[in-house]
């Protein structure tokens, strides 16, 4: 969908409230974000004008790109640098960050992009920074609910790659590259917020 030329996501109007009620106070000390697969933009044009602290860098696949430069030049926000155009399977910019953000992207990507995602945020995340993953999951091998069920099929009749994935294969993968667990927030319709945060020097400095 488009609107005033810029694309747009209703999801976005839908989601960002419960999200920055998680993400603001986990972000109060942080400085530079890394989101990967902003999408429309939305998102990062809401967080960024609601935390002027945080300098928030939006990263995409290259064809969203425009699109994203298209709000962020209406937003017009000093914490709004350009866009990065980032695959997770190529080259990821120079870090470290002190968080990262991403939404609606682990069902979207495949499994081996995932992989690579928890590869790429265990090396640019700072020690102690926190990655906040926004989604719908599975737990313990099972659906949460039946729109869940419902939404993963869709997916992977569009394309089998795509689906959701569980908590506990991304555990594994994150524990593979130093980060942990250290919140799982219930969100309206079915989603979470995973919050994962990188271990090593200086984490239980910068963590909690
Ligand atoms: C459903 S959209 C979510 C967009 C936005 N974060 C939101 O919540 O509205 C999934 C996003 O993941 C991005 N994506 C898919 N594969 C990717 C990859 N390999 N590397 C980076 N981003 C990817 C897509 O380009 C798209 O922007």
């Not at 993400?23 to 609601?50: K, M, N, W, Y």
């Not at 906040?132 to 993963?152: H, K």
């Amino acid at each position: 969908m488009s609107t005033h030329g810029k694309p747009y996501a209703s999801s976005c109007d839908e989601n960002r409230e419960p999200i920055l009620a998680v993400i603001r106070p986990l972000f109060a000390s942080a400085r530079h974000l890394l989101e990967i697969g902003s999408g429309t933009g939305q998102h990062a044009v809401f967080f960024a004008a609601a935390m002027p602290h945080l300098t928030w860098q939006t990263s995409d696949v290259a064809e969203h790109l425009p699109g994203i430069r298209a709000w962020l030049e209406e937003a017009a926000l000093p914490n709004l640098p350009l866009p990065l155009t980032l695959d997770v399977n190529d080259d990821w910019p120079v870090g470290p960050f002190d968080a990262v953000f991403s939404a609606n992207t682990a069902h979207i990507m495949s499994a081996a992009d995932v992989a690579v995602l928890f590869r790429g945020v265990g090396e640019v995340l700072a020690p102690g920074g926190h990655f906040a993953q926004y989604g719908p999951f599975n737990e313990g091998g099972r659906y949460t609910s039946d729109s869940n069920r419902r939404f993963d099929a869709a997916l992977k009749s569009r394309d089998p790659r795509m689906g959701l994935r569980d908590l506990d294969d991304l555990r594994t993968l994150a524990a593979r590259h130093n980060l942990t667990l250290t919140d799982n927030h219930a969100m309206p319709v079915n989603n979470r917020t995973l919050v994962w945060q990188r271990g090593g020097a200086g984490a239980s400095l910068a963590g909690g």
